[in-house]
């Protein structure tokens, strides 16, 4: 069976680094688009950015990029997400997840997600 | 950045239908995707490519797409199918960006 599994929770005081991650299970991640989606305290999806793996490719949502960093190590079969400053508005479930895709081109794709780990609760908080 | 237009809330009573709506110019072009969010849980794929339903996923989830408004049909609601629903497309400028719409919670009475 196909599951993501991510880090535990974590807690940080602000202006502090954290990195979480995702493991697969069930499958090489190194074949698909994995991402992160975050969710604020009753707030809606948040789609952070995605990474491929085996050719170490990201791309970030304008809302995220240059806030978070994704990568990948592609011998460990892990993603991860970082902080170097973490604030407190920032604290949030995140969700790593597997995207599908489809598409007869490069430039007629299409993104969705097939696979949801758990989330990671993260709290910052002084 | 690109946007995608869902009603707050639905409500319906058990055995009704109900409908969501999700409203956005690049859906002319894009395929949606709709998910379903249960309190402490992860969302999970409900609809894909506007009306394909994914294995496992009730007969009574359906979708349907004209111009830019695709809608989540829920025939027969029952007091599970209380969440909150999610639609996601892509952004119109760049294909690879995922955009999800703010969400609706659909409340059976």
Redesign the interface.
């Known amino acids: 069976e196909v599951h993501l599994v991510q880090s535990g929770a974590e807690a940080r005081k602000p202006g502090e680094s954290l990195k979480i991650s995702c493991e697969a299970s069930g499958f090489n991640l190194n074949n698909y688009w994995i ?1 992160w ?1 975050r969710q604020l305290p009753g707030k ?4 952070m950015g ?1 990474v491929f793996p085996v050719e170490s490719n990201v ?1 970030y ?3 995220f990029q240059g806030h978070v960093t994704i990568s990948a190590d592609k011998s460990l079969n892990i993603v991860f997400l970082q902080w170097s400053s973490l604030k407190a508005s920032e604290t949030a479930i995140y ?1 790593c997840v597997r ?2 895709v ?1 598409g007869s081109s490069a ?1 007629d ?6 696979v ?4 990671t609760a993260v709290t910052v908080s002084s | 950045s690109y946007e995608l237009t869902q009603p707050p809330s639905v409500s319906v009573s058990p055995g009704q239908t109900a409908k969501i709506t999700c409203t956005g110019d690049a859906l002319t072009k894009q395929y949606a995707f709709w998910y379903r969010q249960k309190p402490g849980q992860a969302p999970v794929l409900v609809i894909y490519k506007d009306t394909e339903r994914p294995s496992g996923v009730p007969e009574r989830f359906s979708g349907s797409s004209s111009e830019t408004t695709v809608t989540l049909i829920i025939s027969g609601v029952q007091a599970e199918d209380e969440a909150d629903y999610y639609c996601q497309s892509a952004d119109n400028i760049n294909t690879f960006h995922v955009v999800f719409g703010g969400g609706t919670k659909l409340t059976v009475l």
Do not use: E
């Not at chain 1, 949801?116 to 989330?119: L, P």
């Open positions: 991402g989606v809606g999806l948040d789609w995605m791309t949502s304008p809302s969700y995207h599908g489809f430039s794709l299409y993104f969705y997600i097939d949801w780990g758990k989330g």
